[in-house]
Nanobody, 127 residues
Framework: QVQLVESGGGSVQAGGSLRLSCAAS????????IGWFRQAPGKEREFVSM????????IYSDSVKGRFTISRDSAKNTVYLQMNSLKPEDSAVYYC????????????????????WGQGTQVTVSS
């Protein structure tokens, strides 16, 4: 059973940085994609970023492109989301999710495309 555990959330001022971690266990992840989503109160869960376990293919939403960087450490089975230049609108619960890579375009942007989810970690950015 695949398990995902997020960590690294917290409270920062606008312009600050945080690094989220997603530790994966219980599976062989060579053919998996790991996505980060976020959900603010009263809003739908929003795609943030995705990385293929090969570490080569990465995708970002327009709202975080140029500020966030996704990466993975295969030896530690961990995916990171480095968040710089944080804005108050980045405040949300951040979730990581795992899915077997599939054909077709854009499936990774939908939460329904993922099979396993972590419990989430809160990020709060104050102005």
């Amino acid at each position: 059973q695949v398990q995902l555990v997020e960590s690294g959330g917290g409270s920062v001022q606008a312009g600050g940085s945080l690094r989220l971690s997603c530790a994966a266990s219980g599976g062989t992840f060579s053919y998996y994609a790991i996505g980060w989503f976020r959900q603010a109160p009263g809003k739908e869960r929003e795609f943030v970023s995705m990385i293929h376990w090969n570490g080569i293919n990465t995708i970002y939403s327009d709202s975080v492109k140029g500020r966030f960087t996704i990466s993975r450490d295969s030896a530690k089975n961990t995916v990171y989301l480095q968040m710089n230049s944080l804005k108050p609108e980045d405040s949300a619960v951040y979730y990581c999710a795992a899915a077997l890579v599939r054909s077709g375009s854009g499936w990774y942007r939908s939460s329904s495309g993922y099979d396993y989810w972590g419990q989430g970690t809160q990020v709060t950015v104050s102005s």
